[in-house]
């Protein structure tokens, strides 16, 4: 469709300039051209895939950064994470751009909420110019107050706020073994281990007997010893047989020497340069409250000045909203101990605190009042990451710039997405561009400007369907955002399931719940509601996940395994406190299907994952061609030797060290990325050769794999959760979160399922254009007409509408959070006065799905 010129008069002065870009082709688009107004809002949407993404991050943010690092010293740009120079023939009017996008970056314990806000720095200020000193103290400055500083890091556990290190218990979990039984299983296994157990032989002691009867004395120094006693080694004989030749004074196999268990443990997890050695002893050490900070992570010095009567560590533990409360009159000029001070400190502590209340106030506009400053980043979703940067951002007083945002609603309920819209407003006026990758109707609507991507994803989408202000989307039959936009398409009708029994649990605590009693019902679909922070997550996807799976004998769920460092920065787990009281009879089986990646590695992708491949590797194998080469399924995986190119070893790519610029990835020139060699890709199953077919997308293999039943059934339910556009081979490392959560779903829908599981998804259609959250809900619906439970956690009120049973929480955020505000059908919950969710659902129930028809 053509550009319109034609604008109102609120968007004239804005429309002075626009960015025009002509032949766009970065992954799926088709050579698009289009004018986008600079100084507006403009939204880009479209279903999940269509290109949005491809144009707004990939094209747009992408030549804005080649074109800012053009202007940098070779050396620093080597500091940048850089992005592929975009596929477009031209860009004209591109301001500079910043991204604020959802990925974490490396997650570390010692990146927290105060740091990435830059609030930690003006607090510390705060601190150290205008805090209360014990008499006598010196000025410490402001990095004093930091634990990740040399001059503020408590000695003793670097800051960390917790020790390291092993008990008797970690290194020896069955005590029931005799040492000959491996009861040390800290030991290293295999020859090294069977060494210290022939050494403890010689030295006389017990090795047969079960280790908890062994006198303490011998299992203390065994353990514990740092002696490193040198004796000689009879390999293979009895204690008998060794203490005659001892006595005999026979030459010995060899002389070996004793290191005591923690030694061990600890002298391997510094020392050693194997990934899995480290990550194998880090099994086996515990962590403890750091004895001289009391988990405070600073010095004793830092911790003895004081603001408003509390250290710095107990305010960083504060709410955000209690924490501008306490700023408030100090802000304010109304502080009572005003008085006391010198000129000097007075005006320095109310323009700290004047300043930090100020950026305060953007948080808790944002709805992130309910989180503490020492909050680590890890345990964030990635909307509340990308909403801490968009407040620093609102507070940058930046002019001119264009900010691209990647879906900035994602895991806001509606009541939240008025005040990020809010934000949005401030830096527009404040002069700046908005380009917003977004599926939510509520920002939709608040546009100057939309570019709908599409009509589909993948392939099938990639073009244009419009440009403009967001009334003329209306005409664009193509468009199904359209369609949901201008409440043309109304929920499906289905009437309301019956439970066929009630999960109960009672007593549950954790984070902001205090002994709340809930009752899940079984066999129907539920929604489990409330503005962000207010305890959802807390309640479904912790307590609820750890009580069910620790009665159903599956124990803590397990992060899955990387060949990376083991993490002794991770948050410690909290104490599960809850019972279920009644209704495990009803569920045989526990499914969490969350958007943690499906692998960490390029190796591991959809097809791989869901089993897809097994599959297919087999008709290759199958092929006359594949017999009589005698070439078996195995010849056709890139993760064995047989069949994958050796140059890449099966990547796809080789990297290439660039002197100043950050090291890139370029195609393997053996294979041209087919990750294959030669002999293997000679072998084609109807035409297509093994790299052919996973470069496919799934929508494509559908059709090229029609009349293979096993084939065509996973990739259908693929299909069916809206990833269509996906590449068979594309790899876990370059998927959502959203997507890797999908996949999850696909996987378990292809398993028959004998009913009686309980399926728990945490914001399933984040990142879901409301087509696609239609799909999914069809899917949801099929497990719980198979018999299942569905418990989702959601925003989305249209998805809420359609559930059969509504348990919200709230009523607010963090303290203000944390109860059981309403429960039943959504029609019930809808009228709720005390639910912040009620006017939202009773929108969406009516058709409207709009947060301005709730509110207004």
């Known amino acids: ?21 002509r032949g766009a082709r970065e992954h799926n688009l088709k050579n698009v051209s289009l004018d986008i107004p600079r100084g507006a809002l403009v939204v880009f949407t479209g279903v999940s895939g269509s290109g949005k993404s491809s144009l707004a991050f990939g094209t747009l943010y992408a030549e804005a950064q080649r074109r800012y690092l053009e202007s940098v010293s070779p050396y620093a740009r080597r500091l940048f994470h850089q992005m592929p120079v975009p596929e477009v023939d031209e860009i004209e009017g591109l301001p500079p751009a910043v991204a604020l996008q959802q990925q974490r970056g490396t997650p570390t314990a010692r990146s927290s909420v105060g740091s990435v806000s830059t609030l930690s720095n003006s607090l510390r200020m705060l601190y150290s110019r205008a805090g209360d000193y014990p008499p006598g103290q010196e000025l410490l400055y402001a990095e004093s107050f930091s634990p990740n500083t040399p001059q503020g890091a408590c000695p ?107 030694r061990y443990v ?36 830092s911790l003895s000045v004081t603001f408003a009567g509390v250290d710095i560590a ?43 209340h100020a950026r305060l106030e ?120 359209r369609r949901y936009l201008f409440g043309e398409a109304p929920p499906p009708a289905r009437a309301p399931r019956t439970p066929s029994g009630w999960l109960r649990l009672e007593g549950v605590r954790r984070n902001n719940l205090h002994g709340v009693d809930v009752d899940f019902p079984l066999g129907v679909l539920t929604s489990v509601t409330g503005v962000s922070g207010s305890g959802k997550s807390s309640l479904v996807s912790q307590v609820l996940v750890e009580l069910v799976s620790a009665a159903l004998g599956h124990g803590a769920e397990q992060e899955e395994e990387t060949a990376g460092e083991p993490d002794l920065e991770r948050e410690e787990a909290l104490p599960l406190e809850g019972r279920i009281a009644a209704g495990l009879a009803g569920v045989r089986r526990l499914v969490r299907v969350d958007q943690k990646p499906i692998g960490r590695t390029p190796r591991s992708n959809l097809a791989t994952y869901t089993g897809l491949f097994d599959q297919v590797r087999k008709l290759f194998a199958a ?12 010849r056709f995986s890139f993760n064995v030797a047989k069949g994958r190119c050796e140059h890449c070893a099966g990547e796809g790519f080789v990297m290439v060290e660039l002197l100043f610029l950050p090291s890139v990835y370029a195609p393997c020139p053996t294979c041209g990325g087919a990750r294959y060699n030669a002999k293997t890709l000679e072998v084609s199953y109807r035409g297509r050769n093994i790299a052919e077919v996973l470069g496919m997308t799934v929508g494509e293999a559908i059709d090229f794999f029609r009349d293979e039943p096993l084939v065509e059934r996973s990739l259908e ?140």
């Open 362 to 481: 953007v948080l808790l506009g944002l709805g992130l009042g309910y989180l503490a400053l020492e909050r680590s980043t890890p345990t964030l979703s990635p909307g509340e990451l990308q909403r801490l940067r968009l407040a620093t951002q609102v507070r940058s007083s930046l002019f001119g710039v264009v900010y691209v945002l990647d879906e900035p609603s994602a895991g806001l309920h509606p009541a939240d997405t008025e005040a990020l819209l809010e934000a949005l407003a401030q830096l527009k006026a404040a002069g700046n561009s908005l380009f917003v990758v977004e599926h939510a109707l509520d920002v939709i609507r608040q546009a100057d400007w939309l570019v709908d991507v599409g009509p589909l994803a993948g392939e099938r989408g990639g073009q244009i369907l419009y440009s403009g202000e967001p009334e003329g989307l209306r005409r664009v039959e193509a468009s199904q955002t």
């Open 1 to 21: 469709m053509p550009n319109k010129k034609k604008t109102t008069p609120a968007l004239e002065p804005a429309l002075e300039g626009c960015v025009r870009v």
């Open 717 to 856: 339910v693929l299909a069916e959760v809206g990833l269509d556009y996906l590449r068979l081979g594309q790899p876990a490392t370059e998927l959502s979160g959203g997507e890797a959560q999908r996949i999850k779903l696909a996987a378990e829908l292809q398993r028959a399922t004998r009913g009686k599981a309980l399926y728990v998804l945490d914001e399933p259609t984040t990142g879901l254009h409301p087509f696609d959250a239609d799909r999914l809900m069809v899917q949801l619906n099929r497990l719980v007409d198979a018999g299942n439970t569905v418990i989702v956690v959601e925003h989305t009120m249209r998805v809420v509408a359609g559930s059969d049973w509504v348990i919200d929480i709230g009523p607010g955020a963090g303290e203000q959070g944390g109860r059981l505000v309403a429960c039943g059908p959504p029609q019930e919950v809808a009228k709720n006065r005390e639910s912040r969710t009620a006017p939202y659902l009773a929108a969406a129930l009516a058709g409207r799905n709009s947060t301005g028809a709730a509110s207004r």
């Open 156 to 262: 003793r556990c670097s800051g960390m706020g917790r020790i390291f290190d092993v008990t008797e218990e970690s290194m020896v979990p069955d005590d029931s073994l005799s040492i000959r039984e491996r009861a040390v299983a800290a030991w290293p296994p295999a020859w090294h281990g069977q060494n210290l157990r022939d050494i403890l032989v010689t030295m006389g002691y017990d090795v047969d007997t079960p280790w908890r009867d062994l006198p303490k004395k011998d299992r203390d120094w065994i353990l514990y010893t740092e002696e490193t006693p040198t004796v000689p080694v009879y390999a293979g004989l009895t204690p008998k047989e060794t203490r005659a030749a001892l006595r005999r004074k026979d030459p010995p196999s060899y002389q070996g020497t004793f290191t005591g268990a923690r």
């Open 314 to 356: 107990e305010i960083s533990r504060m709410p955000l909203e209690r924490l501008a409360s306490l700023l408030r009159p100090y802000a304010e000029g109304r502080d009572k101990d005003g008085g006391q001070l010198h000129a000097e400190q007075l005006i320095v502590r109310r323009r700290i605190a004047a300043d930090l």
């Open 266 to 301: 600890l002298q391997t997890f510094a020392n050693t340069e194997s990934a899995s050695m480290k990550k194998r002893v880090a099994r086996y050490m515990v962590s403890t409250p750091c004895p001289l900070c009391g988990g405070k992570r600073l010095r004793k010095e």
């Open 623 to 634: 092929t006359p061609d594949a017999r009589r080469r005698r070439y078996d399924a195995g």
